[in-house]
């Protein structure tokens, strides 16, 4: 893995200010996310890793402003967050050095500004405001607001001119299984947070209530739901997984691979869990990941 100062060089990003945005941009993810920045630097193609190190970040930090305080809180700080990112895009200049890490990423690639207005105004509605999901269609529409947006502001950054109408569909393909294995792998934290990101409809299929899965209750209709829940994810996750690095710059395919084998794995863990999900999320563990980097790094050498 060549250094940090050596991958800024091999993707063209020389000035000392600019290098200084970039590294600062990473850091801010490799706080917050250091097991995906660390698979970011060790698997992808160097010229691609400083642009989405800032792509991450960006998503990273609408994330974190949607979810943050009341309603009212959220609301306002998306609005500044939006205008300095306007002003950020439109100017190529900043206070903040991530936002002009990331505007010079857009630039530097031709992402299409509609994917980040399109995220901006997501966040502010269907995150900002979530109140839970009544139907599989309610569901879909959060997908295309926010959460498809959200992963092409990341990933779309690798496309020279943004992503074509194929790798834009198979990102949202990509990001209906990410979100079906987060929402079941983090539902015990949700609930607790009063946020429930099952389609209520489907609870009703089953005559489970909110309150079975608050309280954590071990019945035949709550283990049924939980079943049913984790085929759907199972069968996107498939899905997800036929076709995707196709769709992918060669550079970045061993992080794409290791992202949805890790995904599988965390959906087994579900599944062998069981009601065991309302009690306690359920992360990577340890051995996983770490075997899937091992593995993507002795396939990226034998090529």
């Known amino acids: 893995m060549p250094s940090w100062r050596t991958t800024l060089t091999r993707a063209g990003i020389t000035g000392p200010g600019l290098r200084d945005d970039y590294t600062r941009a990473a850091r801010t993810v490799l706080r917050r996310d250091p097991a995906r920045f660390v698979t970011l630097r060790l698997l992808a193609a160097p010229?691609?890793?400083?642009?989405?190190?800032?792509?991450?970040?960006?998503?990273?930090?609408?994330?974190?402003?949607?979810?943050?305080?009341?309603?009212?809180?959220?609301?306002?700080?998306?609005?500044?967050?939006?205008?300095?990112?306007?002003?950020?895009?439109?100017?190529?200049?900043?206070?903040?050095?991530?936002?002009?890490?990331?505007?010079?990423?857009?630039?530097s690639s031709g992402l299409p500004a509609h994917w980040i207005t399109r995220f901006l105004d997501g966040a502010a509605t269907a995150e900002a405001a979530f109140d839970g999901f009544g139907t599989e269609e309610d569901f879909q529409a959060y997908l295309d607001a926010y959460a498809w947006p959200g992963v092409l502001v990341f990933t779309g950054l690798q496309y020279p001119g943004g992503p074509d109408a194929a790798q834009a569909a198979g990102w949202r393909t990509f990001v209906d299984a990410a979100q079906r294995v987060d929402f079941l792998a983090d539902l015990a934290g949700d609930l607790a947070e009063g946020r429930l990101c099952l389609p209520r409809a489907r609870l009703a299929e089953h005559s489970v209530t909110r309150a079975d899965l608050e309280g954590a209750r071990d019945t035949p209709a709550v283990r049924a739901l939980l079943a049913a829940e984790c085929r759907l994810a199972r069968t996107a996750l498939t899905a997800a997984d036929d076709g995707i690095l196709d769709l992918t710059a060669p550079g970045l395919r061993p992080v794409v691979a290791a992202m949805t084998e890790l995904m599988g794995h965390q959906l087994a863990a579900v599944e062998r869990a069981g009601t065991g999900v309302l009690r306690k999320d359920v992360g990577y563990g340890l051995a996983a990941p770490a075997g899937t980097l091992l593995r993507a790094l002795r396939r990226r050498r034998a090529s």
């Open 47 to 107: 010229p691609l890793v400083p642009r989405l190190a800032a792509g991450l970040a960006f998503m990273n930090l609408v994330d974190d402003v949607a979810e943050t305080g009341t309603p009212r809180q959220r609301s306002a700080g998306l609005a500044e967050l939006t205008a300095r990112t306007t002003r950020a895009l439109e100017t190529a200049d900043s206070p903040d050095p991530l936002l002009r890490a990331y505007a010079h990423a857009v630039r």
